[in-house]
């Protein structure tokens, strides 16, 4: 099992960046995928990116390719998530979420009910 923390999130204006954070506890977080997901309201839990446990593989939402990027730290048990030219439409609660279970296409990863643990969240909030 493994707790995930999210950290990171916070107001900016259109156009300026943020890095989340999500440190996980655990001795064996390379064996797990990871990713991020957002939540607006109104709106559908939405995928935003992930990366595999040995950062080989990486897939991201069309709406985030080019201005997002997902990256981890193995030794620091710490997956991150670099958001540049933010734009008003990304305000969302971000998702930090991990799964063991070996897919044998990266674009399985992308939907939600794949992953077994979830972090809290953290809010981001872009003003235009």
């Known amino acids: 099992q493994v707790q995930l923390v999210e950290s990171g999130g916070g107001l900016v204006q259109a156009g300026g960046s943020l890095r989340l954070s999500c440190a996980a506890s655990?001795?064996?977080?390379?064996?797990?995928?990871m990713g991020w997901f957002r939540h607006a309201p109104g709106k559908e839990r939405e995928f935003v990116a992930a990366i595999s446990g040995s950062a080989g593989n990486t897939v991201y939402a069309d709406s985030v390719k080019g201005r997002f990027t997902i990256s981890r730290d193995n030794a620091k048990n710490t997956v991150y998530l670099q958001m540049n030219s933010l734009k008003p439409e990304d305000t969302a609660v971000y998702y930090c979420a991990a799964t063991r279970v070996y897919y044998s296409s990266i674009d399985y990863y992308t939907d939600h009910h794949r992953y077994a643990y979830w972090g809290q969240g953290t809010q981001v909030t872009v003003s235009s």
């Open positions: 655990g001795r064996t977080f390379s064996g797990y995928f």
